[in-house]
C-alpha cells in the first residue's frame, strides 16, 4: 500500500545513499516501479546530527528532487525526523527538535497534517483491494502441522480463499479443496487481497507443493504455466551489455527461477513507458526494455 523510504542523517551515510548507486536511490525506484504510489520519508539518526535543522532541511531539499525524478510527488510525501534509537518522532512527538512543525500531505482530499511517523502511517490511504478478480495466493512456504496436516501460507494478491473452494496449484497442476483459511491463528470465513492467510488442504503431502507455487481457484480462471512472458525491465545497475541469451534468476511474486532473456523486443523510456528503439541489440545500466523471457522450470506468471 505504501512505501517508508528510511534515511540515514548522518554525514556521509545520507550522501552515500542517494549516490548515482545508493540504495536510497535504489529502492525508492523499485517502489515506484513495482506500482508503490504512496511513499513516506523517515529521516533517522537525528541524534547524530545533534537534532539540526539545516541538516534536516538540505536532506528534503535533495530528497525531493530525486524521488520527484522517481516520479512521487514531494508534495504528498510526509517527511518526518526521527530517533529509531531514541524513539523520537516515533510514536510520540519530540521534545529534541522544537523547530519542526510536523509534517503535510496533498491528498485528493484535501491536506493531512501530523506530527510522528505512526500518524504518517495512520494516513496512509487504503486502496481498492482487488477482490472481485480470480483468486492468486503465491505460496510462500508449506508446512506440515501435527494433527491439521499440510498448511501452505501466502499473501492473497487478488480475489478470495475459503473453506470449501477446490484450489489447484500452478505450475504443478495438483488440486484440493481448502478444509480452512487462518490468520494470525484465528479462523476466517474468507481470506482478502493484503491478508497473509495459512490454509489447511486434502490429500497433499509438503513434498507435492512449495513456495513459488500459486493458488487459484479451480473453477475460476485458473493460474497456469506460462512458456513464455513479455516483461518491462530496467536495468538499475549491471557491468556490462545485457542481450539475447542472458540468463539471470527472477524473483517473481515468491518463485526464484533462471529465465533467458530470448528476445529484446524495445527500449522504452523508463517513465513514460514510450518505445525508443526497436529490437535493440542490447541494453546497459539505466536502460528499460520490454523483453521476452523464457523460464528454465516450469513457472506461473501473468500480467
Given amino acids: 500500500d505504501c512505501a517508508i523510504l528510511i534515511i540515514a542523517a548522518g554525514t ?17 525506484l523499485l517502489a515506484f516501479t513495482l506500482g508503490v504510489r504512496q511513499l513516506i520519508v523517515a529521516i533517522n539518526k537525528m541524534d547524530t546530527t545533534k537534532w539540526s535543522e539545516d541538516r534536516y532541511n538540505e536532506i528534503v531539499k535533495e530528497t525531493s528532487t530525486f524521488i520527484k525524478k522517481v ?53 496512509i490511504e487504503p486502496p481498492s483491494r482487488p477482490v472481485d478478480k480470480p ?29 470449501g473452494m477446490v484450489v489447484t496449484f500452478a505450475p504443478v497442476g495438483v488440486q484440493t479443496e481448502v478444509k480452512s483459511v487462518e490468520m494470525h491463528h484465528e479462523q476466517l470465513e474468507q481470506g482478502v487481497p493484503g491478508d497473509n492467510v495459512g490454509f489447511n488442504v486434502k490429500n497433499v ?21 506460462a512458456a513464455s ?13 545485457i542481450g539475447a541469451g542472458y540468463a539471470p534468476v527472477l524473483d517473481c511474486h515468491t518463485a526464484h527461477i533462471a529465465c533467458k532473456f530470448a528476445e529484446l523486443i524495445e527500449k522504452i523510456d523508463r517513465r513514460t ?31
Avoid at 522450470?297 to 500480467?303: F, G, H, Q, R, S
Fill in 12 to 28: 556521509g551515510e545520507f550522501e552515500a545513499g542517494i549516490s548515482k548507486d545508493g540504495q536510497t536511490r535504489e529502492h525508492a
Fill in 71 to 123: 516520479g512521487y510527488n514531494p508534495k504528498s510525501v510526509p517527511f518526518v525526523p526521527i530517533s529509531g534509537w531514541h524513539g523520537d518522532n516515533m510514536l510520540e512527538e519530540s521534545s529534541n527538535m522544537p523547530w519542526y512543525k510536523g509534517w503535510t500531505k496533498e491528498t485528493k482530499a484535501g491536506a493531512t497534517k501530523g506530527k510522528t511517523l505512526l500518524d504518517a502511517i495512520d494516513a
Fill in 135 to 163: 483468486l492468486r495466493l503465491p505460496l510462500q512456504d508449506v508446512y506440515k502441522i501435527g494433527g491439521i496436516g499440510t498448511v501452505p501460507v501466502g499473501r492473497v494478491e487478488t480475489g478470495v480463499i475459503k473453506a
Fill in 205 to 225: 503431502s509438503v513434498k507435492d507443493i512449495r513456495r513459488g507455487n500459486v493458488a487459484s481457484d479451480s473453477k475460476n480462471d485458473p493460474a497456469k504455466e
Fill in 229 to 241: 512472458f513479455n516483461a518491462q525491465v530496467i536495468i538499475l545497475n549491471h557491468p556490462g551489455q
Fill in 273 to 303: 513507458g514510450k518505445s525508443i528503439e526497436s529490437n535493440p541489440k542490447f541494453v546497459k545500466s539505466g536502460d528499460a526494455c520490454i523483453a521476452k523471457l523464457v523460464p528454465s522450470k516450469p513457472m506461473c506468471v501473468e500480467e
